[in-house]
T-cell receptor, first 111, second 116 residues
Framework: GDSVTQMEGPVTLSEEAFLTINCTYT??????LFWYVQYPGEGLQLLLK?????DKGSNKGFEATYRKETTSFHLEKGSVQVSDSAVYFC??????????FGTGTSLTVIP | DAGVIQSPRHEVTEMGQEVTLRCKPI?????LFWYRQTMMRGLELLIY????????DSGMPEDRFSAKMPNASFSTLKIQPSEPRDSAVYFC??????????????FGSGTRLTVV
């Protein structure tokens, strides 16, 4: 069945460090891929998405590229800020199906 | 647009009591989803609706849980009787179209339920 696997957390980085959160997926067909972010006490917010192979989603300095050959959608940011501290969820969906979320990766950025 | 609106934000109730959580989706969104989030189990899909009709309720944990969507602008999730293990954050989300065509979900802020 469809599933998403993302790297275990928590992740702690210093401000301005480079961030990578790995995400791989298993799905038949051609899923759409998403990254969601959850700030403390809030619901999940769509951060970025990609709907076909080789697409790059980007938002707020975050990027992720849909790699069909490696079934991956890793999240990256070149220079993190304290305000990026949150939990990040990778997700996939296919036509007619609901979303499949990863378990979430907690990121803490220290000044 | 006000987004997906959930109420209440926090609910504390005693074991055995009935609890009703409410959700107002974004106008024009055809899909509505109820999720539960706990530290142990992460995000779990409980049920989802398309055009007010329940499509998949296989995630509803047991008969104590029920969900309705009487019209396009309102849904409820009811737990009767509530138990301490139901303590979690319950999220409602809506989507404008088929979930596989890249629309993404819009989530509400959640209801934090504590059953004592």
């Amino acid at each position: 069945g469809d599933s998403v696997t993302q790297m275990e957390g928590p992740v702690t980085l210093s401000e301005e460090a480079f961030l990578t959160i790995n995400c791989t997926y298993t799905a038949t067909g051609y899923p759409s891929l998403f990254w969601y972010v959850q700030y403390p006490g809030e619901g999940l917010q769509l951060l970025l998405k990609a709907t076909k192979a080789d697409d790059k989603g980007s938002n707020k300095g975050f990027e992720a590229t849909y790699r069909k050959e490696t079934t991956s959608f890793h999240l990256e940011k070149g220079s993190v800020q304290v305000s990026d501290s949150a939990v990040y969820f990778c997700a996939l969906s296919r036509i007619g199906n609901q979303f499949y979320f990863g378990t979430g990766t907690s990121l803490t950025v220290i000044p | 647009d006000a987004g997906v609106i959930q109420s209440p934000r926090h609910e504390v109730t005693e074991m055995g009591q009935e609890v009703t959580l409410r959700c107002k989706p974004i106008s024009g969104h055809d899909y509505l989803f109820w999720y539960r989030q706990t530290m142990m189990r992460g995000l779990e899909l409980l049920i989802y609706f398309n055009n007010n009709v329940p499509i998949d309720d296989s995630g509803m944990p047991e008969d104590r849980f029920s969900a309705k969507m009487p019209n396009a602008s309102f849904s409820t999730l009811k737990i009767q009787p509530s138990e301490p293990r139901d303590s979690a954050v319950y999220f409602c989300a809506s989507s404008p179209g088929g979930t596989g065509i890249g629309y993404g979900y819009t989530f509400g802020s959640g209801t934090r339920l504590t059953v004592v």
